[in-house]
Structures are given as structure tokens and as C-alpha cells.
């Protein structure tokens, strides 16, 4: 090969180098334009002082809303056969379970050592379970004390949640960390359904999931008077029952014991939804709302009820208006309507061994 053939060999490798960086270029440009377009889709602007609306953590949930019927049962069949209640162990019937016998006592921290190194293979809500020493109640080893022992060992992986149902790899992930911690503790495995039956009843749970993960809102946009302001929005809220708190906005406490921490929260309608507690006696805004998660609350339509009285009177308190999450004035009739969506949902969850509020239940629809 001479002088020439070696230049023109060059020049052909710069010019593929160039259109590579071009496109490198062009792809990660593409992408960037795709991110944002898909953070900013959706959102609108109030055309009142131009304030963003805020788009809350439960924008890819639905929404009830007043002219919306009841919907068919999404499912053919049940999810389940009751519910193990409040006490947290390993006998739901939204689990996948390896269970770990054996004669030996087992420290807590022998057991949940093995687990936390290998824990980070499943990205689907887990847990490691023990039956306490001299006792038949079960315990979550990453919540007992340290000086917890346990008989028998319990290996969970919930099998559905917002993300999807569990796939056959996820099945293989938790199979693989029962297996070391049998083979360190010499215990056998034994496990509570087959692959074949635990991936039928992901899709099952699946589409349990997309049927109840809804949301009930009351909007309440000013209206007597150009905004409310932080205090009087405080005191508002105070009167209504309503405690600042998690996430920096007001929320109705659950009073009964239970998984369920709130019945319904109060949020800023506008961007960025929170309340900021140092600069409330300067903060104004639009528009509030009021929301709670149906499935995640005990007896939602009672929850339901406190939460349209509290919006009441918090109108009447600030001089506002209630208005549906369409931003249409919402009569007693469209209350109504939603309260009977809400009930149907009650009835079908319970019909389907997943009460409302239930554990189960607060595990699959997280608020």
C-alpha cells in the first residue's frame, strides 16, 4: 500500500468518526427532546397569574370523576381468600413465599446478613420474615431488634404493584437468596405455590391493580376573593381536623389502628403542591385540593363522606368554590355520583378477598 492509499484510508476513518459523533450527537439530542417532552406533557398553565398547576405523585392514577360509571369487575375471578388484618407476616395472598423450617434457632442478624447482600437482585417489594423464639407471632427481620431469634424463616416477594406484575427472572432472583440462606443455615426450602401458579396470580393481581388504584379529589379554586393566604388556610385546616405533616401538606390522621396512616390530605392545587411551613404567613395560592387513595383507606366511602364535609367547610372558612378534577363546578349530584364509584369499588374489592384499608391492600396501592 503506497502514500496515497494510506491518506485516502485516513481520510476515510476521520469522515466515519465525524458522522459517528454526529449522530452520537443528534441521538443523545433526540433523547434529551424526548425527556422533555414527556416531563412537561400534560401540564397546563391557569390562565389567573399564570401559576403552573401542581402535577402530583398520583397523576398516572385515575381519577374519579362525577359522569364516570361505575365500572364492570375487571377480573373474572377472585384475587384471594381473605386477608391476614394488621398483623404483618407471611400468609397474604399477594406473596410469593419460601419458606426456611428447621429445629435450630436462628440469630437475627445471621439471617438478615445473608439477605441484605443479595436483596438488591429484586426490584419488587420484599421481605424476610421469622417466627419469633417462644412465641407463634411472625416478625419483619429488618424491623426486629437485634437480639431476635427465630424458628421458622419466611422469604416474601409480593408479586404485583404499580410497576407490573413479577416476571419469571424476579421468581428466579428470590429463589436464588433462599437458596443461600438454606445452604448457611442447613434448612430446606419449601415454597408456597409453583412458578407457574405465582406468575397466574401476578396477572391476576395485576389486573386487580389497574381496576382499584384510583383517586377521589375535590378541588376547591377561589372565588369570594382573589386567593387564599397561608393563615388563613391554616386555621382552615385546623378546624377541619387536618394536621401538617408528611410531604409538607395537611392530612385527616386515621384514628383506629391499622396500616392506613391518613384518610385524606389537603395539598396546594399549584406547583409545587407543598406548603412551606417557614413562609406561611406570606404564602397565597389559587386553588387547594383535597385527595385520598380509595383502595388505601378503611371503609372509603365513610372516609369519602369527612372528606366532602371538610372541603365544605373549608370553602365557607377561605370563600371558595368546589370544583372536580376537570375544573367543573362539582353539585351534590356529581358528589354523589363519585360516592356510588367509591362504594362500588368498596364492594368489588371486598368480593375479591382485598378489603379497602386492609394491609394487603396498603401494600398493593402504597398512597
Given at each position: 500500500m503506497g502514500?496515497?492509499?494510506?491518506?485516502?484510508?485516513?481520510?476515510?476513518?476521520?469522515?466515519?468518526?465525524?458522522a459517528?459523533?454526529?449522530?452520537d450527537?443528534?441521538?443523545i439530542?433526540?433523547?434529551?427532546?424526548?425527556a422533555?417532552?414527556?416531563?412537561?406533557?400534560?401540564?397546563s398553565?391557569d390562565?389567573?397569574?399564570?401559576?403552573?398547576?401542581?402535577?402530583?405523585?398520583?397523576?398516572e392514577?385515575?381519577v374519579?370523576r362525577?359522569?364516570?360509571?361505575?365500572?364492570?369487575a375487571a377480573t373474572?375471578?377472585?384475587?384471594?381468600?381473605?386477608?391476614?388484618?394488621?398483623?404483618?407476616?407471611?400468609?397474604?395472598?399477594?406473596?410469593?413465599?419460601?419458606?426456611l423450617?428447621?429445629?435450630?434457632?436462628?440469630?437475627?442478624?445471621a439471617?438478615?446478613?445473608?439477605?441484605?447482600?443479595?436483596?438488591?437482585?429484586?426490584d419488587?417489594?420484599?421481605r424476610?420474615?421469622?417466627q419469633r423464639?417462644?412465641?407463634?407471632s411472625?416478625g419483619?427481620?429488618?424491623?426486629?431488634?437485634?437480639?431476635?431469634?427465630?424458628?421458622?424463616?419466611?422469604?416474601?416477594l409480593?408479586?404485583a404493584?404499580?410497576?407490573g406484575?413479577?416476571n419469571?427472572s424476579?421468581?428466579?432472583?428470590?429463589?436464588?437468596?433462599?437458596?443461600?440462606?438454606a445452604d448457611?443455615l442447613?434448612?430446606?426450602?419449601?415454597f408456597?405455590?409453583t412458578?407457574?401458579q405465582?406468575?397466574?396470580?401476578?396477572c391476576?393481581?395485576?389486573k386487580?391493580?389497574?381496576a382499584?388504584?384510583?383517586?377521589?379529589?375535590?378541588?376547591?379554586l377561589a372565588?369570594s376573593?382573589?386567593v387564599?393566604r397561608g393563615?388563613?388556610?391554616?386555621?382552615?385546616?385546623?378546624e377541619?381536623?387536618?394536621e401538617f405533616?408528611?410531604?409538607?401538606?395537611?392530612?385527616?390522621?386515621?384514628?383506629?389502628e391499622?396500616?392506613?396512616q391518613?384518610?385524606?390530605?389537603?395539598a396546594?392545587?399549584?406547583q409545587?403542591?407543598?406548603?412551606?411551613?417557614l413562609?406561611?404567613d406570606?404564602?397565597?395560592?389559587?386553588?387547594?385540593?383535597?385527595f385520598?387513595?380509595?383502595?388505601?383507606?378503611?371503609?372509603?366511602?365513610a372516609?369519602?363522606?369527612g372528606?366532602?364535609?371538610?372541603a365544605r367547610?373549608?370553602?365557607?372558612r377561605?370563600?371558595?368554590?368546589?370544583?372536580?378534577?376537570?375544573r367543573k363546578?362539582?353539585?351534590?349530584?356529581g358528589?354523589?355520583?363519585?360516592?356510588?364509584?367509591?362504594?362500588?369499588?368498596t364492594d368489588r374489592?371486598?368480593q375479591?378477598g382485598?378489603a379497602?384499608?386492609?394491609?394487603n391492600?396498603?401494600?398493593?396501592f402504597?398512597?
Amino acid at each position: 500500500m503506497g502514500l496515497r492509499g494510506a491518506l485516502v484510508i485516513l481520510g476515510l476513518l476521520i469522515i466515519a468518526a465525524v458522522a459517528l459523533t454526529a449522530y452520537d450527537r443528534g441521538r443523545i439530542k433526540r433523547r434529551l427532546l424526548a425527556a422533555l417532552e414527556s416531563t412537561f406533557k400534560g401540564r397546563s398553565r391557569d390562565a389567573i397569574d399564570e401559576t403552573e398547576e401542581a402535577e402530583p405523585s398520583w397523576s398516572e392514577r385515575r381519577v374519579l370523576r362525577p359522569e364516570v360509571a361505575p365500572e364492570a369487575a375487571a377480573t373474572e375471578q377472585g384475587t384471594g381468600s381473605g386477608d391476614e388484618g394488621g398483623q404483618e407476616e407471611p400468609f397474604g395472598s399477594i406473596d410469593f413465599i419460601v419458606f426456611l423450617p428447621g429445629e435450630r434457632i436462628v440469630e437475627r442478624d445471621a439471617a438478615l446478613g445473608i439477605y441484605k447482600q443479595h436483596e438488591y437482585l429484586i426490584d419488587k417489594p420484599h421481605r424476610l420474615y421469622g417466627q419469633r423464639e417462644g412465641r407463634q407471632s411472625w416478625g419483619n427481620l429488618a424491623r426486629d431488634p437485634d437480639r431476635a431469634r427465630y424458628g421458622l424463616l419466611a422469604l416474601a416477594l409480593q408479586l404485583a404493584d404499580r410497576s407490573g406484575p413479577v416476571n419469571e427472572s424476579q421468581l428466579n432472583a428470590i429463589s436464588q437468596i433462599a437458596l443461600k440462606l438454606a445452604d448457611a443455615l442447613d434448612r430446606p426450602t419449601r415454597f408456597n405455590m409453583t412458578f407457574e401458579q405465582a406468575l397466574e396470580r401476578a396477572c391476576a393481581l395485576d389486573k386487580f391493580c389497574g381496576a382499584f388504584d384510583v383517586i377521589a379529589t375535590i378541588n376547591i379554586l377561589a372565588e369570594s376573593a382573589p386567593v387564599f393566604r397561608g393563615p388563613a388556610i391554616e386555621r382552615a385546616a385546623q378546624e377541619v381536623g387536618l394536621e401538617f405533616g408528611n410531604r409538607d401538606i395537611y392530612h385527616r390522621k386515621n384514628a383506629q389502628e391499622g396500616p392506613c396512616q391518613y384518610l385524606y390530605s389537603l395539598a396546594n392545587l399549584y406547583q409545587p403542591g407543598s406548603f412551606d411551613p417557614l413562609r406561611l404567613d406570606v404564602f397565597q395560592t389559587q386553588g387547594l385540593t383535597l385527595f385520598m387513595s380509595v383502595p388505601s383507606v378503611p371503609d372509603p366511602p365513610a372516609a369519602f363522606k369527612g372528606m366532602v364535609e371538610a372541603a365544605r367547610l373549608l370553602a365557607r372558612r377561605l370563600g371558595g368554590r368546589l370544583f372536580d378534577a376537570d375544573r367543573k363546578p362539582l353539585t351534590d349530584g356529581g358528589l354523589r355520583a363519585i360516592q356510588a364509584q367509591i362504594q362500588d369499588i368498596t364492594d368489588r374489592m371486598a368480593q375479591q378477598g382485598i378489603a379497602p384499608g386492609s394491609l394487603n391492600a396498603v401494600r398493593l396501592f402504597p398512597p
